[in-house]
């Protein structure tokens, strides 16, 4: 019989969190930026001109309000998947696997859930213990609980954060790549407490209106009916 997972299982909370978001590649691992609580002056140490930088990319992220898109996903181990996405802030993703097929992950405004029904698994956490809450949050802010430790900027004009949880700075860090005109979200790349990088790029990326409410909602199939 096939072992499934709930959110009340016995398992590790931050191993449960960082197999849960694996499949999503974003800002997954421990919660590399889940807190909002140290005040501005984390960002003390940058540029007039850096700082500029990241409040054009908190502007874009904060702009992002629905849209919909490909992506490729490279792991730690170079394996490679690729899917769809769907964003609709306040608090709503999904990513929906091609390959492997069947797999998703989905965040529906309270719990992010991953199924992988190759395992016939299923999780759940609260989307506030983890770190999309900072990405899904109704407002985006880089300003606070976020310690940006470098910014990068090419003469393109495209520009790359470096940034983790000011909070927790040993739980890893993502770097979030932006590039184009108009600017947009390239690709992010993150690396966890044990120092595993995830890369996902966003082979396409269009703003989308009137995404079905049915696109943010997973309930668990491996429940069979009658069962609590």
Known sequence: MTARVRALA????????????LGAGLLSGAAVLGGLAAPAQAQSNLSA??????????AYLQGLTSAQGTFVETGPNGQRRQGRFYLQ???????????PAGLLVVSDGYNVKRYDPRLNNFQQVPLGRTPLSTFLAREVRLDQGVRIDRVTRMDS?????????SGRPNDGQVIL??????????????????????RTQ????????????????????TRRPGRN
């Open 10 to 21: 016995p398992a590790p909370a931050d191993l449960q969190r960082r197999q849960l978001l």
């Open 49 to 58: 001109a850096d700082r500029q930088v990241v409040q054009r990319a908190q």
């Open 89 to 99: 802030r306040p608090g709503k993703m999904r990513f929906e696997y091609t390959d």
């Open 157 to 165: 004009g495209a520009f790359a954060i470096t940034a983790r949880d």
């Open 177 to 198: 790549a932006f590039a184009g005109d108009p600017m947009r979200l390239h690709e992010w790349t993150i690396t966890d407490a044990q120092g595993s990088r995830t």
């Open 202 to 221: 966003l082979t396409s990326l269009q703003p989308a209106s009137g995404l079905a409410s049915s696109l943010f909602q997973l309930r668990d199939p």
